[in-house]
């Protein structure tokens, strides 16, 4: 696999007091057939990120066309799950309607945060969501306490499927608390009610790795290519790379990180970490948004696919 680096596309700079700075996990969606519409994570002062989008031209992503200057998703209630921020997980057409899975953040006093998944709907082409609960709809369960965090959903015969990243414990680098969580799956028959059973585990930590996830699956003639995000450690700190996986079923993975074929630059924005890939195909065009340094605080950029 080889991809070409455009540049970085936008990172906020204050515009609002809600998009101070970042535009975290890019998940873009076709709106129409001229633009992409990127959804984002805008983070305030107190590190509170908030979903908006950047629009794109679909034939050349480096020109932004319109950013959201409010919020198509607020932060929820207090004492919600998601009262301290979002992510985005996943955006789904389904019925003249958009889903937007999202991953809600809460502060507690003897663990750093809680996150599980919520689910919000638009019914105006993606420039509102309501959430359709206060409550997650994958909420911690034995074995999945800390995280349950929805990032890929796909509707097939019938069936929603979901990979996920699952955190039960917490690791320490550094004296620093860091959550240590992998990639699940799990199915569901509407997309909205789950089991209350663990996932099945489809990639594990490995001995380099503290935790795994972001996963971002998608089905390309009848194989499935899933890219993720990757905590390595480097002594007292980490850093942020992308992993990429291959199945023909979409449970039975084989890692193939070292064929991804794209790491980070020699210097600029991107030069630290790289991460959060998800992709987007137009026309023959396959585009991968991704986060740079800082997990998203040094904004979000592209690439184009040269060749699987």
């Known amino acids: 696999m080889k991809w070409r680096k455009m540049g970085r596309i936008y990172a906020p700079k204050g515009e609002k007091p809600w998009m101070q700075h970042s535009a975290m996990t890019p998940t873009p969606i076709l709106l129409d057939d001229e633009t992409i519409r990127v959804y984002v994570g805008f983070r305030d002062n107190e590190g509170v990120s908030r979903i908006g989008y950047v629009d794109v031209k679909a034939d ?33 057409k389904y019925k003249n309607k958009i889903r937007m899975y999202y991953v809600g953040f809460q502060l507690v006093k003897k663990a750093k ?37 929805i990032h890929s959903v796909l509707f097939e015969n019938g069936k929603w499927r979901i990979w996920y990243a699952a955190g039960n414990k917490w690791e320490y680098i550094g004296g620093k608390p860091y959550p240590s969580y992998d990639i699940r799956y799990i199915e569901s028959k509407d997309g909205i009610t789950f089991e209350r059973k663990p996932g099945t585990i489809v990639i594990p930590n490995n001995n380099t790795e503290y935790r795994i996830g972001r ?24 850093d942020y790379l992308p992993g990429f996986a291959e199945s023909f079923d979409g449970i039975h993975w084989v890692r193939k990180d070292h064929e991804i074929g794209i790491t980070p630059s020699p210097r600029g924005w991107d030069s630290e970490m790289l991460c959060y890939p998800s992709l987007i195909q137009y026309e023959d065009k396959i585009y991968m948004f991704y986060n740079g340094n800082g997990m998203g605080k040094s904004g979000f950029g592209y690439a184009i696919l040269e060749s699987w």
């Not at 992503?61 to 319109?66: G, K, T, Y």
């Not at 004492?79 to 997980?89: E, H, Q």
């Not at 689910?119 to 995280?147: C, H, M, Q, V, W």
Request: glycine share 8%.
């Open 60 to 92: 050349n992503p480096s020109r932004v066309l319109d950013i959201s200057m409010e919020p198509v998703l607020d932060i929820g209630i207090p004492g919600a799950f998601d009262d301290n921020g979002m992510i985005l997980g996943d955006v789904v």
């Open 113 to 149: 945060f809680l996150a599980f998944s919520g689910l919000a709907i638009s019914k105006d082409e993606g420039y509102t969501f309501r959430r359709i609960s206060n409550a997650p709809i994958l909420d911690r369960i034995d074995r999945e306490l800390y995280i349950r965090a």
């Open 215 to 238: 996963p971002r699956v998608y089905k390309f003639n009848e194989k499935y290519y899933m890219f993720y995000t990757k905590g390595v450690k480097r002594g007292n700190h980490f």
